[in-house]
C-alpha cells in the first residue's frame, strides 16, 4: 500500500526566502504525482503534474521534482511572499488503478 | 478555474437520516472522486467514476454509496448517517491524459451530523 508523507508538518520562513517541500513515497511504482496547494476553509487547488518519465516540472516561481528511485519529490519555491502562505500537499497515483495517496502536507507561512 | 460546483456547500442534519451530496461538472471529464477530509487523517477516497454508471470503491466506503447517471453528476449518498460521517467533502474530476490528468477540486461541503 502506497504511503505518502510530508515533512515538515509546518513552516514559518521570512518573504523572499526560497524553499524546498518534501514529500516522500513508499512505493516507487508511480504513475504520476501532483502537488497541490489548499488556503482554509478552500478546496484543493492543482500546482504541478508530474509524470512518472519526466524529472520536474515548472510554474513560474514554482519547479517540482521527482526521483522515484529514492521515492521523494520536491516542490522549491522561489522568492516566497506572504501570499504564498497557504497548505502544500502532494499525492502519488500509482499504476495501478485510480487512486491517488495524499501526505498530510505541510503548512506553510511567508511572513512580512 | 475548472467547472465544478458542489452543492449543498453546508449541511446540518440528524444521526439516522439520508443524506445526499451532489457534484456537478461542465469539463466533460470522464474521471470523478469523492474524498473527505478530516484532521489528523487527511484527504482519504470515498468512491469514484470512471465513466457513466461505473463506479468504484475507494479506502473508507463503508457507509456511503454513490451514482452516476449523467457525465456532468455524481452524486454521494449516506444512506443513514453517523456523528463519524461528519466531515469536509470534496468532489473532484479529472480528464484520461497528460495534463488533464491533474485533479480539479470543488470547494467542498461541510457535513455536520448531530
Known amino acids: 500500500k502506497q504511503e505518502v508523507t510530508q515533512i515538515p508538518a509546518a513552516l514559518s520562513v521570512p518573504e523572499g526566502e526560497n524553499l524546498v517541500l518534501n514529500c516522500s513515497f513508499t512505493d516507487s511504482a508511480i504513475y504520476n504525482l501532483q502537488w497541490f496547494r489548499q488556503d482554509p476553509g478552500k478546496g484543493l487547488t492543482s500546482l504541478l503534474l508530474?509524470?512518472?518519465?519526466?524529472r520536474e516540472q515548472t510554474s513560474g516561481r514554482l519547479n517540482a521534482s521527482l526521483d522515484k528511485s529514492s521515492g521523494r519529490s520536491t516542490l522549491y519555491i522561489a522568492a516566497s511572499q506572504p501570499g504564498d502562505s497557504a497548505t502544500y500537499l502532494c499525492?502519488?497515483?500509482?499504476?495501478?488503478?485510480?487512486?491517488?495517496?495524499f501526505g498530510g502536507g505541510t503548512r506553510l507561512m511567508v511572513k512580512p | 478555474d475548472a467547472g465544478i460546483t458542489q452543492s449543498p456547500r453546508h449541511k446540518v442534519t440528524e444521526t439516522g437520516t439520508p443524506v445526499t451530496l451532489r457534484c456537478h461538472q461542465t469539463e466533460n471529464h470522464r474521471y470523478m472522486y469523492w474524498y473527505r477530509q478530516d484532521p489528523g487523517h487527511g484527504l482519504r477516497l470515498i468512491h469514484y467514476?470512471?465513466?457513466?454508471?461505473?463506479?468504484d470503491k475507494g479506502e473508507v466506503s463503508d457507509g456511503y454509496s454513490v451514482s452516476r447517471s449523467k457525465t456532468e453528476d455524481f452524486l454521494l449518498t449516506l444512506e443513514s448517517a453517523t456523528s463519524s460521517q461528519t466531515s469536509v467533502y470534496f468532489c473532484?474530476?479529472?480528464?484520461?491524459?497528460?495534463?488533464?490528468?491533474?485533479?480539479?477540486f470543488g470547494s467542498g461541503t461541510q457535513l455536520s451530523v448531530l
Open positions: 499525492a502519488a497515483k500509482n499504476n495501478a488503478g485510480n487512486m491517488l495517496t
Open positions: 473532484a474530476i479529472s480528464g484520461s491524459s497528460g495534463d488533464n490528468e491533474k485533479l480539479f
Open positions: 467514476s470512471y465513466g457513466v454508471k461505473d463506479t
Open positions: 508530474i509524470q512518472s518519465s519526466q
